[in-house]
């Protein structure tokens, strides 16, 4: 089969272009569903804590689990980002972007998440002006901060070659004001010898600084819970199994990412199987590390029988059965199966697969944060049941989806800013051979 070389460019004109029907459609339901959250936050304003499930022993919820659960995504996004460009894998080059997106925009959602833990917001700038550097929150404040900022660098750099295009291209129908951004944040890229050889030299240092920075703050955020006494928190493998979890997850939305884009914008001759099976067998294997972290966490307070490990262990298996058993068997052994087996290996059966870990790896934050508070080692003397039992209101769920609607609303905007699959470099050969595979 042979391809009419072709630019690039033209073929994702449409999408920088203009907006359908159905795009503004499903605008107007994320900003419908981020509404809807926003009346949920002035609800818990004004009226307090009372309106969630949170209570004194269960002072975490659900926006602590979405805290963890975007971070782990972020994070995961700048490991495979990272990664991929150090190496100089082949076939990354359609699907580096989505995971660089997935870094930013999650890492913009996840910190909000502990806003809304918080009952006085108007004191949120202690944490600054009187952090203790002891303190584990201290250390988060610090490691995110300085992740926000080197994510950004590298986002921007990655995208330099693809804005000095924009730029320049005439047949392009675009605002002046757009034209006229792009010329500023090109900031004079000409594609000149010297100039790309200081861009990939500041890409390869930044690539190696996220993946390293990324490493150090989910383990910084899973010493939060590893640190103290708690029963099912106080563990020496808290790090590495977070840092497998984030990773695991995040490959996952990125196959999510991959399908909704190849599908809206008709990438099939860009993002092809080949892409889905490559991040596939990267989901296989996290899987397999991370079912080996979650059985060794769990051997061990179990073989321990230390009494408040043993009650934990007993709730896990009562009240949270189904969370437990779809987050650490289904999560772990559907991708060592779909994956796995040649057969199985289809498009839409590994993006099936990607919504089920999705799932799983939720729940699986939610059985780390939860039933520890509902098991708590020193209780209070007022033990009514209900301060014991924690179950999300309707204002956390309405947050909750808020915020995946925000991270969607964001993901769209960028896509209609920028191309989705980075332009500059990618040649109709290139795209002949991912077709041919």
């Known amino acids: 089969m042979e391809l009419q070389q072709k630019d690039p460019l033209r073929e994702f004109a449409p999408q920088l272009e203009r907006t359908s029907i159905l795009g503004y459609a499903w605008i107007v339901f994320l900003l419908g569903v981020i509404g809807l959250g926003f009346y949920a936050f002035l609800s818990q304003v004004w009226y307090g804590h009372e309106v969630t499930g949170m209570r004194d022993n269960v002072v975490w919820g659900v926006y602590i689990v979405n805290f963890i659960f975007f971070m782990g995504i972020s994070y995961a996004g700048a490991l495979i980002s990272g990664t991929l460009h150090l190496f100089k894998t082949a076939w990354r080059k359609p699907i580096i972007r989505m995971a660089e997106f997935i870094t930013i925009i999650a890492l913009l959602i996840g910190p909000c998440f502990i806003l809304l833990c918080i009952g006085r917001l108007d ?188 009650l934990l262990i007993q709730l896990l298996f009562k009240k949270f059965y189904w969370p437990f058993i779809i987050s650490n068997y289904i999560g772990v052994l559907l991708p060592l199966l779909v994956v796995g087996i040649a057969r199985f290996r289809t498009i839409r059966n590994i993006t099936l697969t990607a919504v089920v870990v999705v799932i799983a790896l939720w729940l699986n934050r939610y059985i780390i944060v939860v039933p520890t508070l509902e098991s708590p080692y020193l209780p209070i003397q007022d033990s009514r049941p209900e301060w014991f039992s924690y179950s999300a209101t309707w204002v956390e769920w309405s947050l909750t989806a808020a915020g995946v609607a925000i991270f969607c609303l964001l993901f769209t905007v960028a896509s209609k800013f920028i191309t989705i699959v980075p332009v500059t470099g990618l040649s109709g050969e290139e795209k002949k051979e991912d077709v041919l595979v």
Request: proline share 3%; net charge positive.
């Open 123 to 310: 004191k949120l700038h202690y944490l600054v002006l009187f952090g203790r550097i002891q303190s584990p929150i201290t250390w988060d404040v610090i490691a995110i901060t300085t992740d926000i900022f080197g994510c950004f660098i590298f986002l921007y750099l990655s995208l330099l070659r693809d804005l000095a295009t924009l730029r320049d291209d005439e047949l392009l129908q675009l605002p002046n004001w757009r034209k006229k951004l792009y010329k500023v944040l090109a900031l004079g890229y000409t594609g000149l010898p010297e100039q790309q050889q200081r861009l990939n030299r500041a890409t390869d240092i930044m690539a190696a600084m996220v993946i390293a920075i990324a490493i150090i703050v989910y383990s910084v955020l899973a010493w939060i819970f590893s640190v103290t006494l708690q029963p099912g928190w106080h563990s020496t493998i808290f790090g590495p199994y977070f840092v497998i979890a984030a990773v695991y997850s995040g490959s996952a939305v990125l196959i999510l990412c991959m399908w909704a884009f190849r599908k809206v914008y008709h990438l099939e001759a860009y993002i092809t199987k080949k892409h889905f099976v490559a991040v596939g067998v990267i989901m296989l294997v996290l899987a397999a590390f991370f079912g080996y972290f979650t059985f060794s966490d769990y051997l061990t307070k179990w073989y321990g029988s230390e009494k408040n490990d043993e």
